[in-house]
């Protein structure tokens, strides 16, 4: 099993980065998916959730408005488009996979910096 997190990165503020999380080893479309992040010194914070079949999702407040999750089934990956992004915003992200069993990504580092 594997959850590879991609497009982290160093952006401005105002900017917008597209997170990738591409998933292997499980039937990917029956799990609910995840996206968290973690500052440093700060607890880790659930950021965005999709289902299985990517009708319902939900957006923390911290990020809503600007922070869109999705996922295409057929390619086994969710995905977190994030818009107007904030220095508040840095963290590593991680996402993980809810199911008959749990899975965590090793997560990718979003620093949002001028």
């Known amino acids: 099993v594997q959850l590879v997190e991609s497009g982290g990165g160093l952006v401005q503020p105002g900017g917008s980065l597209r997170l990738s999380c591409a998933a292997s080893g499980f039937t990917f479309n029956s799990y609910t998916m995840s996206w968290y992040r973690q500052a440093p010194g700060k607890e880790r914070e659930l950021v965005a959730t999709i289902r299985s079949t990517g009708g319902i999702t939900n957006i923390a407040d911290s990020v809503k408005g600007r922070f869109t999750i999705s996922r295409d089934n057929a390619k086994n990956t969710v995905y977190l488009q994030m818009n107007s992004l904030k220095p508040e915003d840095t963290a590593q992200y991680y996402c993980?996979?809810?199911?008959?069993?749990?899975?965590w990504g090793r997560g990718t580092q979003v620093t949002v910096s001028s």
């Open positions: 993980a996979a809810w199911g008959l069993r749990n899975y």
